[in-house]
């Protein structure tokens, strides 16, 4: 049986196999040339596993070298964990080569700017796969669903259908931002209360990011001034930074902006406001290779509570 409890640095792949090639061949020269590295890096490699493990594993005899009995049982260990990492490469590549065919995604504006990084990592994955992202707000996604003219669809509603699975893949903060300067930027909290009566920015009064907002103002207790509302994340973030006034968006949509110093973070005293976001599919039907292999793709790369890396994945 593998020991998978080995330390990162005994199990590392280019120094088990030096150890390999030069139990094999007895001989670091012949080692080096097989592998197509210089003789010291073959050296190092195996002096480390030496002093990992805590014993010798060659022992010169004259002009040659000659296992331990050490080195004996490292090397049935080692091609036994080689042998198995090929399996896992060939396994690899068959499922790549299966794994073909167009993909349409249908997702809501906020997973605009989720998705396309998520596709073109998979896409590197399985070459053999196209495809398309179509968006539109939560309801026409899950509508197209129903209708079966859309694989897998990404929205922040679960869509209430029977025979849609909505899967819970991951959370998103609505925040507040303003332009660099505004005077509610760099405070470390502020009152809910200083938003009253502010100008405010936000997306169209049918979608569900402005629902969600005016909920959240609501229980906040807070009356907004003027309200200007945009059809896009886009137009809303060029709207803010124009000075119509605050606005109100998810962080997804503002990462880069937030970063690059272009627009302001206004950190209010109050509880977060979180949006679950969900990846949708039809419950019925044989599922096809490619549609399972993005959604299981997707449900490991992201965390219900984001992006694994903290930001743009």
Not at 56 to 66: K, P
Not at 109 to 135: C, D, G, H, K, N
Not at 140 to 169: C, K, N, Y
Not at 248 to 261: I, P, R, S, T, Y
């Amino acid at each position: 049986m593998l020991n998978y409890n080995l330390p990162p640095e005994l199990a590392s792949l280019r120094r088990l196999t030096a150890f390999i090639e030069v139990g094999e061949c007895l001989s670091y020269s012949k080692a080096a040339t097989r592998l197509g590295i210089s003789q010291p890096a073959v050296s190092n490699h195996i002096r480390k596993l030496e002093a990992l493990s805590g014993t010798e594993l060659f022992r010169r005899n004259g002009h040659s070298i000659m296992l331990t009995e050490a080195g004996h049982a490292l090397l049935r260990q080692a091609k036994r964990v080689e042998a198995s990492v090929r399996e896992m490469q060939e396994l690899i590549v068959t499922l790549q080569r299966e794994v073909a065919g167009h993909l349409i995604i249908g997702a809501s504006a906020i997973w605009e700017y989720v998705l396309p990084e998520v596709m073109a990592r998979f896409q590197r994955v399985y070459p053999r796969v196209s495809m398309e992202l179509v968006v539109g707000n939560s309801g026409r996604i899950i509508e197209l669903m129903i209708q079966r003219r859309m694989h897998l669809g990404f929205t922040g509603d679960e869509g209430g259908q029977s025979d849609l699975d909505a899967v819970p893949i991951m959370e998103n903060e609505m925040v507040v931002v303003a332009p660099p300067g505004h005077p509610l930027v760099g405070r470390p909290l502020v009152a809910p209360s200083e938003l009253a009566g502010q100008p405010l920015v936000l997306r169209e009064a049918n979608s569900a990011t402005a629902r969600i907002a005016a909920h959240y103002l609501d229980t906040l207790g807070v009356t907004p001034g003027s309200v200007v509302e945009f059809g896009s994340h886009e137009a809303l973030k060029a709207a803010v930074r124009a000075g119509f006034g605050l606005g109100m968006v998810f962080k997804a949509a503002v990462q880069q902006e937030l970063a690059a110093g272009s627009l302001g973070l206004v950190h209010l005293q109050a509880p977060p406001c979180i949006r679950q976001l969900y990846m949708l599919r039809s419950r019925f039907g044989a599922e096809a290779p490619v549609r399972k292999a993005f959604f299981d793709y997707v449900a490991t790369y992201l965390t219900p509570q984001g992006w694994r890396s903290g930001g743009v994945p």
